[in-house]
């Protein structure tokens, strides 16, 4: 099997707090995680790219010091949301890569912030 | 940069006609995979294609990837309801990310 979990599922948090989100690989190690964005009706936006042991690698127009990411071993990244914003409120989903099988998602983490 | 895009962006049809999407990249893939949405969830990897001109089914599913790797497209033969999702395809290019396509919703009603 290939089983990515996410936590939490859902988190509703004040305006100016941090959040953070933990994807895990249950049954594999994933050296290479994804986080995306999704907002409703839209696709999946990749917003970096986070390797086990190393610094993450942002995406263009994404902000490194809000969207902090920590790979510290094989099954976990997590991603903290810095002084959260209503524009900031979104699906936010991550994957797990298993060598050539393809990318394994998370069931995702609705972030609302009020 | 690189954008990956999905025709029709929405379809819907009657249960046992058939479903076409079409996936085109403005680069070459390494790869492009095909994944299925459901309404609420998250994405479900159905398959992935490597060489050019390849084509796999699943069941009544056919993933074809262009000759010049550059398109795919997916094809749902007979649809049934439990078809009823947000298709989307991702190209990998030479580095390591996935870049989503835009994604085409299917309904299907009974």
């Known amino acids: 099997g290939a089983v990515v979990s996410q936590h939490p599922s859902w988190v509703i948090c004040k305006s100016g707090t941090s959040v953070k989100i933990e994807c895990r690989s249950l049954?594999?190690?994933?050296?290479?995680m994804f986080w995306y964005r999704q907002f409703p009706k839209q696709s999946l936006m990749l917003m970096a790219t986070?390797?086990?042991?190393?610094?993450?690698?942002?995406e263009q127009g994404v902000e490194k010091d809000k969207f902090l990411i920590n790979h510290a071993s094989l099954t976990l990244s997590t991603l903290t949301v810095t002084s959260a914003h209503p524009e900031d409120s979104s699906f936010y989903i991550c994957s797990a890569r298993k060598s050539e099988s393809g990318d394994y998602f998370g069931p995702g983490t609705r972030l609302t912030v009020t | 940069g690189q954008q990956v895009m999905q025709i029709p962006q929405y379809q819907h049809v009657q249960e046992g006609e058939d479903f076409t999407t079409y996936c085109n990249s403005s680069?070459?893939?390494?790869?492009i995979q095909w994944y299925k949405q459901r309404p609420g969830g998250h994405p479900v990897f159905l398959i992935q294609l490597v060489k050019s001109g390849e084509v796999k089914k699943q069941k009544r599913l056919t993933f074809q990837f262009g000759e010049a790797k550059k398109n795919s497209s997916l094809h749902i033969t007979a649809t049934q309801t439990t078809d009823v999702g947000t298709y989307f395809c991702?190209?990998?290019?030479?580095?390591?990310?996935?870049?989503f396509g835009t994604g085409t919703r299917l309904l299907v009603s009974p």
């Open positions: 680069t070459t893939l390494s790869n």
């Open positions: 049954d594999f190690q994933a050296t290479t």
């Open positions: 991702a190209g990998r290019t030479s580095f390591q990310k996935l870049v």
């Open positions: 986070s390797n086990e042991g190393s610094k993450a690698t942002y």
